[in-house]
């Protein structure tokens, strides 16, 4: 049901659109390119499994997992302040 000027299905279309760029960004962040042989943050040794595994790869497993958890701690989003944030 529409309210006001919105036309039917608006709030789905919002949804739609926010997951859309949420997968765009994460795409954007995928290593891309020829794997590293050495950590380009501590110059450790990339395993040849993980360069196969993932292609692109720039750092070793520590500090992918440091990068990943200080992302997270910083996404970068409003969620309190949006209306996403009511429809969860």
């Not at 795409?27 to 501590?42: F, I, K, M, V």
């Amino acid at each position: 049901m529409a309210t006001g000027w919105a036309h039917e299905g608006a709030v789905q279309d919002q949804i739609d659109s926010t997951i859309e760029d949420a997968v765009q960004r994460v795409r954007s962040q995928l290593p891309q390119g020829e794997s590293l042989t050495h950590c380009e943050a501590c110059e450790a040794l990339i395993p040849e499994a993980r360069r196969r595994a993932v292609p692109g790869v720039r750092l070793c497993v520590p500090c992918q997992e440091q990068e990943d958890n200080e992302q997270r701690v910083f996404s970068g989003y409003n969620r309190r302040g949006s209306k996403d944030s009511q429809l969860r």
